[in-house]
């Protein structure tokens, strides 16, 4: 990916489905009974009738980073440290993916929500549709004295059979397009 403002992208393979499918030959049966233990466990407060093993299957193999330099800050209020935007890629094996995460990640901010007062708002760029949530500019968080959180504006969308997490709306936008312009590119070997 190389989006306006790129500092570092990098793609990857790796198969998390697999390696889940196959986890008793990989790690040994006592690993594998407390990794099915974690995913009773964290099955029971994902949203719907998703389980984290599913989840684990139906996401692909291709992954992407990316960090670039944002053209404008997300809030009025400067954060302390500027950081650059960063974002990542997953491919979906399975379209069961791109609908139970995006599920998981609504329900993991609203209770985040709860605890920082988080607002939830919804976007389109690009006939993509953005979901973001922005933290209040007006409540102080003693974890946080320098605003480190004013950097930040967490958000998802979903382009095609791939899951985009970026840091803020604007590194969104700029990982939509090229995600669709780089969809029916051949793998290239300077990918690892």
Known sequence: LDPAGVVYSQGFYLDVGHAWTKRGELFGDETKAQLDKAEADVSKVLPGSAKLGELLQAWGPH???VVVNRATQPYKTPAGQALPGFGYVASARD?????????????GALIASLQFGLKMTETTHDGVKIVAWRFPENKALPDDPDGLRFNFEPCFAVVGDSLVVASTVEVC????????RTAALPGHAAVW
């Open 63 to 65: 992954h992407r980073l």
């Open 95 to 107: 379209s069961k993916f791109l609908t139970n995460v995006p599920g998981a990640i609504r329900a």
């Open 173 to 180: 936008q700029k990982l939509i397009p090229e995600v669709k």
